[in-house]
Antibody, heavy 118, light 109 residues
Framework: QVQLVESGGDLVKPGGSLRLSCAAS????????MTWVRQAPGKGLEWLSY????????YYADSVRGRFTVSRDNARNSLYLQMNSLTAADTAVYFC???????????WGHGTMVTVSS | SVLTQPPSASGTPGQRVAISCSGS????????VNWYQQVPGMAPKLLMH???ERPSGVPDRFSGSKSGTSASLAITGLQSDDEADYYC???????????FGTGTKVTVL
């Protein structure tokens, strides 16, 4: 069955960096586009980034462009999100998800918590 | 968000509830709409894709529609299990990115 498992969330100081990972299994990873979405405590969903199956096409939300970098390793069935220059506003649960139907995200991980605080 | 939803909706068991999602020509007017259901503390779940298509396993009590720059999700035969937050979403040309709606909390009275 399809599984997405995020990891790497942690408590980090403002200005710090963190790298999130998303391990995929149960499907042919290199056939699918993938995305990262976050949810701040008590807030709604915020789309962050989207990467094509080959990794050659990437989109970012304005809120993270220039600070976050998405990448994937199809040989390792893994998706990554490198986050730099973190601020308190980046405190959230971060989800990875699979694009099943052209921007419709059909499978989601359980999320990993990132807390930015001094 | 550029996609506006009412903050809350409610109904008694068995009733029909409808959630609106208002956008513009750069998002809903040009791209298909998807809907997600999220129980607090859990990951979102895809409820509807391509405006009105239900993924496998989603009961036909849920239906989607779109007209112009607005979309709607209807839940008929409301059940206690339907208590959750619901989000519409679509691609936006102006932002060159994906956008989620503001979210609607559905309460079963």
């Amino acid at each position: 069955q399809v599984q997405l498992v995020e990891s790497g969330g942690d408590l980090v100081k403002p200005g710090g960096s963190l790298r999130l990972s998303c391990a995929a299994s149960g499907f042919t990873f290199n056939d699918y586009y993938m995305t990262w979405v976050r949810q701040a405590p008590g807030k709604g969903l915020e789309w962050l980034s989207y990467i094509s199956s080959s990794g050659t096409t990437i989109y970012y939300a304005d809120s993270v462009r220039g600070r976050f970098t998405v990448s994937r390793d199809n040989a390792r069935n893994s998706l990554y999100l490198q986050m730099n220059s973190l601020t308190a506003a980046d405190t959230a649960v971060y989800f990875c998800a699979r694009d099943g139907w052209g921007l419709a995200f059909d499978f989601w991980g359980h999320g990993t918590m990132v807390t930015v605080s001094s | 968000s550029v996609l506006t939803q009412p903050p809350s909706a409610s109904g008694t068991p068995g009733q029909r509830v409808a959630i609106s999602c208002s956008g513009s020509s750069s998002n809903i007017g040009s791209y298909t709409v998807n809907w997600y259901q999220q129980v607090p503390g859990m990951a979102p779940k895809l409820l509807m894709h391509t405006d009105k298509e239900r993924p496998s396993g989603v009961p036909d009590r849920f239906s989607g529609s779109k007209s112009g720059t607005s979309a709607s999700l209807a839940i008929t035969g409301l059940q206690s299990d339907d208590e959750a937050d619901y989000y519409c979403a679509a691609w936006d040309d102006s932002l060159n990115g994906y956008v989620f709606g503001t979210g609607t909390k559905v309460t079963v009275l």
